[in-house]
């Protein structure tokens, strides 16, 4: 172990600013990079059954329409 | 010999082939940067130069890397894309470079987290850093190009020739700390001869270097077949997928 307790470990020995800075901010466009692409995942999904279900109603209109 | 990986130009099986790979580099990643972190962190010694400060070490250096390897991975694609037509590259091409376009952000930022105590300053014009920049304006220019057009077909081909001409930058990129006298120190791990780091610090910057490196690849899996879903949208076994629930 380099560090003798929790506040020398966040201390970071007098640097604790800038390590925690880029931790902080690599750890941060990470998290956006992936509940991005996640979200997209997502997003498709739902627009390809979305659209699914009204191409099946369009479909059961056109059905109703013939019978009349 | 190579007949094999005819299949693959399919895009379902890209598709399969791409969910199958993905809990791996999941699994390597987690593990990985859990092991690297913890190692880095708290149990490799302090610098005697530079104190606690280089901990930073242990992400801009991956970062950095692992943007130079996105972009090779992208060259590739580009060119099989532009030469064999073949489209799942080009959508590669799309996939990857957002995840590029991140990591040099981040070697950027931890580059100027880690500057400003041990320079004295936050930015400065030297060849390596100049040239990491122009690096995440190219990125940024692959995506824009490739989400200006509405014809993916036509957007693919744009973003690859892009990509083929930004190559030019990775030698500039590497050799920047030779070809120039920079405030950026030159190769540490790369280079002939043996690495210019004690083992300690070498062993998990090493595993971060792992960590990386697998993390591009996940998310760029996950990119591809995002990339494949909106492009294979209409056909039937898309519809199958979003109806038979998450595969």
């Known amino acids: 172990m380099a560090f003798h307790s929790l506040v020398g470990f966040l201390h970071m020995g007098g640097y604790a600013f800038y390590v925690w800075l880029a931790y902080g901010i690599a750890m941060l466009s990470i998290v956006i990079l992936v509940v991005n692409t996640l979200m997209e995942t997502h997003k498709i999904k739902r627009f390809v059954k979305k659209r699914m279900l009204r191409d099946k109603r369009i479909q059961k209109a056109q059905k109703m329409e013939g019978a009349l | ?21 993905l809990p791996w580099f999941v699994g390597l990643t987690t ?43 992208m060259a590739i694609g580009a060119f099989i894309a532009l030469v064999w037509q073949i489209r799942l590259a080009a959508m590669s091409v799309a996939a990857t470079a957002p995840v590029g376009a991140v990591f040099t952000f981040i070697a950027l930022v931890t580059g100027a987290a880690w500057g400003k105590p041990m320079w004295g300053a936050w930015w400065v014009w030297d060849a390596r850093l100049t040239s990491e920049l122009i690096l995440l304006f190219i990125y940024m220019g692959i995506i824009g190009l490739y989400n200006a057009f509405s014809d993916k077909v036509l957007a693919g081909r744009a973003a690859s020739i892009l990509t083929l001409v930004g190559v030019i930058n990775l030698p500039i990129i590497h050799y920047s700390v030779v070809w120039w006298s920079t405030l950026h120190q030159g190769a540490t791990i790369i280079k002939f001869g043996k690495p210019l780091i004690a083992p300690e610090m070498l062993w998990p910057l090493l595993i971060m270097i792992v960590a990386f490196g697998a993390f591009l690849c996940a998310l760029t899996l996950m990119r591809f077949r995002n990339e494949i879903l909106i492009r294979e949208s209409h056909r039937p076994w898309v519809c199958a997928l979003v109806t038979g629930g998450d595969k």
């Open chain 2, 1 to 21: 010999m190579w007949k094999w990986l005819h299949p693959y130009a399919k895009a379902q099986k890209s598709y399969q082939l791409s969910g199958k790979l």
């Open chain 2, 31 to 73: 593990t990985t940067s859990i092991i690297g972190l913890v190692w880095g962190l708290l149990f490799a010694p302090p610098d005697y130069q530079q104190g606690d400060s280089f901990r930073i070490i242990y992400i801009h250096v991956p970062a950095a890397m692992m943007a130079m390897a996105a972009y090779v991975m």
